[in-house]
Every structure is written in structure tokens, then in C-alpha cells.
């Protein structure tokens, strides 16, 4: 009975100390990314938690709204029968998605680095008939067009994801502003009209690996 008084207290302190040294914050994000006509503005909902002796570790996640937009881009296909088929989007890609995120940082007093990636969501957006094709598999394509996949999965498996790698400078324990880079993964459905009927084309990607960003985020502490 007694050991088991005293395992119980000393557990009991265990608790204690380990929830002393983990705190929940609260992150509101504004982000942008750029490049050549390109852009890519997010907004991001997420809770971390933060621990460690010196509030050094968080890990957390939320919610990612992304808009991604670009101008003249070429779109791949990624299975056996459109490999040889690539088109552009007319007048601009664009796909909407909500993701939601896995968020790691090391954080000191005043700096982080830290990462996330989206783990699953959906994307929508307009159906694009207007493409600019380029034909190499000598079949006959008429009237292709192409839509968003409905089902986004981690790191380009699927849909359209961001995924970024940054530092961020905390001029006040409220604020925080992120810059760093994005790895995006964007993906289009294709299908085209045969005898009066649609015809499914697979998948069609257009990747930006290293598009820079800057965000900026609202913390507070729960």
C-alpha cells in the first residue's frame, strides 16, 4: 500500500511538471506566395502545441485555405495513356482547396524554423474547356477539358497541395512573420467527348518546387 502511495504521488508530480512545460497556442495566418505569373495567397487556422523545458518543440494543425492562380502554365499528364499530352489552361489555371496540415517548429525567444505539409483536404474550382493542347499520342482528343480532382493527399500523391519551409522572426510574443518557401502540387482531371459520350484522361500536374512566401501570424496563447 505504501508503494503504491508513492508511485501514485510521484506520477502525480510527473504530470504536473510535464503540463507546466506545454502551452496551447492559438495561430491565425495571412500568406502569399509568387512567382512568374504566378500566385498563391492562403489563409491558415492551426493550434500548437508547445513544449519542452524551454518551449522549444510545437506540433500542431488546423485548417489551410489555398488559392492557387498562374498564368501560361503547362500542365503533364502522369499516367500511361496521356504521357505524351500536355495542354494550358486558358484563360489562367486556378484551384481552390481546404487542407488540413501537419505543422512542426524549433523555436528560441525571438526565431523558429519549421515546416508543414497537407495531409488530405479537397480542392475545387471551374471546369477549364478552354486549353491550349499539345497532342503527341496520336489519338484523337475532342473537346478535352479539364477540372480539379475532388480528394487532395500528402506531398503531390493526389489533388493539390502546399507545403512549406521557413523562418520566422517574432518581434513581439503576439506576431510572428513567416518567410520561406512553398512546394506546390497542383493536379487537373482531364476528359474528352467520344461518339457523344466523356471519357475519363487521368491526371495532368503542374509543380512549383520552390516558390518563395511571407506570411503573417496572429498568435495567442489559450
Known amino acids: 500500500m505504501k508503494k503504491l502511495l508513492i508511485l501514485t504521488i510521484t506520477l502525480l508530480g510527473l504530470q504536473s511538471t510535464f503540463a507546466q512545460q506545454m502551452r496551447v497556442v492559438e495561430q491565425y495566418s495571412l500568406g502569399y506566395g509568387f512567382d512568374k505569373k504566378t500566385s498563391v495567397p492562403t489563409f491558415m487556422y492551426s493550434q500548437t502545441l ?5 518551449n522549444s518543440f510545437a506540433i500542431g494543425t488546423g485548417f489551410r485555405v489555398t488559392s492557387f492562380f498562374a498564368k ?3 500542365y503533364t499528364g502522369t499516367e500511361a495513356k ?6 494550358i489552361p486558358y484563360p489562367r489555371a486556378n484551384v481552390n482547396t481546404f487542407n488540413i496540415p501537419l505543422i512542426l517548429e524549433f523555436q528560441a525567444k525571438k526565431v ?3 515546416a508543414n505539409i497537407d495531409l488530405i483536404g479537397f480542392a475545387f474550382g471551374k471546369t477549364r474547356d478552354s486549353l491550349t493542347i499539345k497532342n503527341n499520342s496520336g489519338q484523337k482528343l475532342d473537346s478535352l477539358s479539364a477540372s480539379p480532382p475532388r480528394l487532395n493527399l500528402a506531398l503531390g500523391g493526389r489533388g493539390t497541395t502546399t507545403n512549406q519551409v521557413y523562418i520566422g522572426f517574432r518581434p513581439q510574443e503576439e506576431f510572428t512573420i513567416k518567410v520561406g518557401v512553398n512546394f506546390l502540387f497542383t493536379q487537373y482531371n482531364a476528359r474528352y467527348r467520344r461518339n457523344g459520350k466523356d471519357v475519363e484522361f487521368g491526371r495532368f500536374k503542374y509543380d512549383v518546387p520552390l ?3 511571407v506570411s503573417l501570424v496572429f498568435n495567442f496563447e489559450r
Not at 496521356?82 to 495542354?87: I, L
Open 50 to 54: 508547445v513544449m519542452g523545458k524551454k
Open 72 to 74: 501560361g502554365k503547362t
Open 82 to 87: 496521356n504521357e505524351k499530352v500536355s495542354f
Open 112 to 114: 523558429l524554423i519549421g
Open 211 to 213: 516558390m518563395p512566401f
